[in-house]
């Protein structure tokens, strides 16, 4: 079976299951499940992504026409920077030095487009729920809560919750969406009910960082 000619790697399935509809709430068809309009693979943590002969089997695959590849900066941004860097140098030798703030693409020599995004922006520790707390709804009541979530978490680590420091960020969106109506969605949940706003200034870059990658318009 041929592979999908736009493809994006990603660390895990919360990516998987969110990025469709942030990318559809923005105007962009996604297609159907077995036909979208890019196929995001699941490699199981970052780990997997950073390989450079992984990288160099994924630009080769019969088809392939854009290569997506999307990390967390978590906690030291520019060190997963050097590393994808130097995973993607056997096959891109022209890749810069730095990440462009608006995502990295290029083309490789045999005219496959190649993109680079690190959560959230490219610059700033964090991860895909730091760039969706920067979606929250314009309002105070949203900001309020928000910085409740936050007061809670620092607490609740206090008194003893077991989540590891790394973590904490992905703790304070799963609060907040706990505390709304409905509670408790899960992320592709949120942005598809819109209790996050896809639409928010904070993600026209990554969206057009896609739009350009896979060439929609």
């Known amino acids: ?96 030095h730095d990440i462009p703030e608006n995502g990295l693409i290029l083309t490789d020599e045999n005219g496959i487009r190649v993109g680079i995004w690190i959560m959230p922006d490219n610059k700033l520790p964090g991860m895909l729920e730091t760039f969706l707390g920067y979606l929250l709804p314009t309002s105070t009541s949203a900001s309020a809560l928000w910085s409740l979530a936050e007061q809670s978490i620092h607490q609740a680590k206090e008194s003893g919750a077991p989540f590891i420091e790394s973590h904490r960020q992905k703790a304070q969106i799963h609060t907040w969406l706990a505390w709304q109506k409905p509670p408790g969605r899960q992320l592709h949940q949120a942005i598809q009910q819109r209790i996050l706003d896809p639409t928010h200034p904070e993600a026209a870059k990554f969206v057009a960082w896609f739009r350009q990658l896979y060439d929609l318009g």
């Open 1 to 96: 079976m041929a592979i999908h000619q736009n493809v994006l790697l990603v660390e895990g399935m919360d990516e998987v299951r969110t990025i469709p509809y942030l990318i559809e709430e923005n105007g962009i068809d996604w297609g159907t499940t077995k036909n979208p309009v890019v196929f995001l693979k699941d490699c199981e943590g970052y780990s997997n992504i950073i390989n450079a002969d992984r990288i160099s089997t994924e630009l080769k695959a019969d088809g392939i026409r854009s290569l997506g590849i999307l990390l967390d900066a978590d906690e030291q941004p520019y060190d997963r920077w050097v590393e994808i860097r130097e995973a993607c140098r056997k096959s891109l030798p022209n890749i810069p």
